[in-house]
């Protein structure tokens, strides 16, 4: 059986799918596109997709892979100016061809070049300015990706010389299809559909990997709690993002923030009035907590949690930026 590629294979983004295939279908597209929605919603997948669309046709490579008109960096890795600057006396540190140098030559088998950067906000100041110069002067037949789930993050003179693409929340029950083909039971489905929030890349994991479902919600309930223990014991618990190699701490805390940021997502939906149905161990626990803490402490956690993932991806001490947040996040007990 051929196997399902390019847009077809998406679950949900009609919007945006829409858009690119008008563009497409016009010979109109854009140089530059930045696809923006929160984190694990597919941005990097519609990316891929709209590649596989223009690059694997008939009489080329059957995969984005192995394409030599496919560039692509989706690392957990900082991005430094290295990665983006033409210098092809060196190449780069992880990559044969610097982004600019891939950009420079002329397409090889297919009608054009593209490149996906994942996480844009993954780039230096400098690596953003490096950047500023090729979406300014585009050279031609080339596309260039940008996902980002912190548009904030970067360069305002950067995201205006792309065509912005904002990715919304799948649907319930398209989210519900999408891990029942995945081979998960309709239940099973249902379940994890409430918890993905419109999130096919957290489907897709959670299915995958249980355990790592699982330590998400361990992480979720014990970062949490923290809002009520004394400066000892949040300095305590913060020790262990310092107990191993700083780029293995770095791996776990993302995995922390991730399950903590999920669970006060909820307790925001929760708050509005607006939370769906979910297993009722977790909303019991997202009730107790809500009730203990001030109206607008959900909200400056959240914000709060997403600069120190934005800290962590930029190489700080993932224990030092773990530490300051979960002490800035401490309920005060009246005196």
């Known amino acids: 059986m051929k196997p399902v590629r390019g847009f077809a294979a998406i679950a949900g983004h009609e919007r945006a799918i829409s858009i690119l295939r008008a563009h ?11 696809l923006i929605g929160e984190e694990a919603i597919g941005k990097a997948t519609v990316a891929r997709a709209l590649a596989e669309e223009l690059l694997l046709g008939e009489g080329q490579p059957s995969r984005l892979e192995i394409h030599p008109d496919y560039w692509a960096d989706d690392r957990l890795e900082a991005i430094s100016i290295d990665e983006i600057r033409f210098h092809p006396e060196r190449g780069a540190q992880a990559h044969d061809q610097s982004l600019q140098q891939f950009l420079s030559l002329k397409p090889f ?9 994942a996480n844009a906000e993954r780039m230096t100041e400098a690596a953003q300015n490096c ?14 990706v940008l996902t980002t789930a912190y548009p904030d993050h970067l360069l305002q003179t950067c995201l ?12 319930r029950s398209t989210m519900a299809g999408f891990i029942a083909a995945r081979g998960g039971s309709p239940d099973e489905a249902e379940a994890l559909a409430g918890l993905a929030h419109g999130r096919p890349g957290w489907a897709v994991r959670a ?19 923290l809002a009520f223990e004394d400066v000892d014991g949040v300095l305590t ?15 776990v805390a993302s995995d922390a923030l991730r399950g903590f940021t999920a669970f006060l997502r909820d307790a925001m939906l929760l708050q509005a009035g607006l939370l769906s ?25 959240l914000a709060a949690a997403q600069r120190t993932q934005l800290l962590i991806d930029q ?20 005196a």
């Open 24 to 34: 497409q279908r016009a010979g109109r597209l854009a140089h530059a596109y930045c």
């Open 109 to 117: 088998v297919a009608p054009s070049r593209v490149a996906l950067l």
């Open 131 to 144: 950047l500023l110069k090729t979406l300014e002067e585009p050279p031609p037949n080339t596309v260039l």
């Open 160 to 171: 205006s010389r792309c065509q912005l693409i904002a990715l919304s929340p799948v649907g």
């Open 207 to 225: 299915t995958a990997d249980r355990d790592w479902a699982a330590r998400l919600e361990r992480w979720a309930e014990e970062l949490a709690g």
């Open 237 to 251: 618990y913060a020790a262990r993002f310092g107990q191993g190699p700083q780029a293995d701490m770095r791996l």
């Open 277 to 301: 149905r979910m297993p009722p161990g977790r909303q019991s626990a997202l009730e107790a907590w809500v009730a203990r803490v001030p109206a607008d402490h959900v909200r400056e956690s």
């Open 315 to 334: 190489n700080v001490n993932p224990r030092l930026a773990m530490e300051i947040m979960l002490l800035d996040l401490r309920v005060r007990r009246p």
